[in-house]
């Protein structure tokens, strides 16, 4: 019985993160590089033809880097609180092992996937200030979930 219980926590814990990804894309697409780049040059041009379609080539390079950063920045913003509730929840829930493992696992996945898909996109403070948050939260509910496990149980 442990087998499936540890199985479904695992279940929960995959899955919490991709539906936090797929939940992003109902408002926000992903661009994709096929807009951004012409893959074939055409052959017989002239150096200035061939700096021009360079120049243009990197232009596009750096819209499509954009508009990448601003959708990891949307992913970052849905994804790491809906974590960070994820967490709390499972904490709440001490009665149902496996739920609470499961979605614990899983709101750690989400805040991390959410915090290194955007890393890169994500301004100093906000890495710092993201990680900290993350850190209390997890520490206050570990410290809570000892407290609560370490009471004397009166003998009957």
Not at 58 to 70: C, L, M, V
Not at 124 to 131: A, E, G, I, T, Y
């Amino acid at each position: 019985m442990r087998v499936i219980q540890v199985a479904l926590a695992i279940g929960i814990a995959v899955l919490l993160p991709m539906m936090a990804e797929m939940s992003v894309r109902f408002y926000a697409e992903p661009p994709t590089y096929d807009a951004y780049q012409d893959y074939y040059q055409q052959q017989g041009m002239s150096p200035e033809e061939r700096a021009n379609a360079d120049k243009e080539a990197q232009r596009k390079s750096d819209e499509y880097e954009k508009a990448y950063a601003a959708y990891n920045l949307k992913q970052f913003y849905f994804t790491f609180p809906l974590g960070i509730i994820e967490v709390v929840i499972g904490s709440l829930l001490l009665r149902r092992p496996t739920l609470a493992a499961g979605v614990v696992f899983g709101g750690l996945s989400t805040i991390a996937y959410g915090s290194f898909s955007s890393w890169e996109s994500l301004p100093n403070w906000c890495r710092f200030s993201s990680l900290l948050f993350a850190l209390l939260v997890i520490g206050v509910l570990a410290y809570i979930a000892d407290r609560k496990s370490s009471r004397p149980t009166a003998d009957l």
